[in-house]
């Protein structure tokens, strides 16, 4: 970075996971970053040097950029643009109740730039749209602003190393000036740079996003024949990983994909193809057996308890859509405690950082310090989310807290073996259930 570049102030709009992250990586790159967030909660913790969620690292990081003063966060749009260079825009862009994207945010969020920005200003678009999104805004802007996709790629939970280890980074736009302006905020990470037009960029995100949600549909097919034919998952997802056309990524049984990308970008690149006349059934299938994993886990918690859930007690482990983050958006444990208790069973749950979003999600659960406290009285426990802790547990501990010795692994990740010889019955996604001698 060039000492003019450093001195070029940056703003961001927008402080959530994609947000608030590249604008605290770019401030402890040396740049002036100014934060933009209309959620005054929000921009009350950034200004505190703390992050409004969990992701490890970002309180450290927030502390010494916002203490340095090299980041400041306002909901003063005017102030924020005034001679910034390039402008990210990384707003939210929820499912309608349709599926598609709702671009509401984008759509204000750069109406609100472009109206405040000077001349030369780049507009970079880090949030996730549909094909031709940018394209047709860059036609509400006036002349001589321009607007380019920038694509973010970052996992919620190793978000900061992924800042800093991007495979690839991906710009598109018509102006070719205005997308290297932009690559070289990140050019120097590393990474294949692919410049493109804006409506290709746009495409890399959600195909990328879809291709790994088919990849999980996949397996938890498989993982289905496996419990069909006796096969183990384990053996079938590592012998086909180690094919290089393959590869093992993405390729993990269990309860099948949730959070904030997946979910909502499969439905919306199937209503984009749809919109463009096109059924993209690929997409369909993966939606419907995700849809039917998670049904068929209560099914496989159901079948473990003796065919009713009706007035059990089942301790769930997990409530963060994956380890790493307390993102709760299209986590499968919501899905997976509401079919419960519609069931009949009553559910305590825990997670290591996840309890206070989950609170106001999932009344009548009661939630539990930690998985001892969990545990106790259950007739089953189910784990949800792979956390690194609950991998770690002390069994024996459990099963005296438990009241049953029932274990329902929908996530592949606890030791079968040693806890059939502690005495529980252990069931898990596309093996053998392991049960007691
Ligand atoms: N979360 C991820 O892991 C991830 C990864 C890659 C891409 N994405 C994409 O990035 C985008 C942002 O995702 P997120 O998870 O960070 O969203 P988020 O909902 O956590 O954060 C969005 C933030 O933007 C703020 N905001 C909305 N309108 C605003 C405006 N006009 N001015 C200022 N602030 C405004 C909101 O208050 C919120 O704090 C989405 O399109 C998402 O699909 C997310």
Redesign the pocket.
Known sequence: MTDAAAETPICV???????LVTAACLAARGHQVRL????AG?REAVAQGRAPFHEPGLDELLATVVGDRRLCVTDDMRASVDGAGVVIV????PPTAEGDADLT?VR??VA?VAEQCAAGTVIAI???VPPGTTATLARTVAAGRQLVMCP?????GSALHDFHHPARLVVGGDDAAACRRVADLFADLGGELILTDSTSAELVKYGTNAFLALKISFINEIAHLCELTGASVDAVADGMGHDPRVGRAFLNAGLGFGG??FPK?VRALEATAGYHGHSFWMLKAAVEVNAQQRRRFVGKVREALGGSVSGRRVAVLGLAFKPGTDDLRQAPSLEVIRHLQDLGAEVSATDPVAMDKAAPLLPGTRLAADAYTCATDADCAVLVTEWPQFRALDWRRMRAEMRGRVVVDGRNCLDGAALRSLGFAYHSVGRRSLLPD
Do not use: H, P
Request: hydrophobic share 35%.
């Open positions: 709009v927008g402080a959530g996971y994609v947000g933009v967030e209309i959620d929000r990384a707003v939210g862009t945010q204000a969020a609100g880090k949030s996730t973010e790629f970052l996992r919620e904030s990308c970008d």
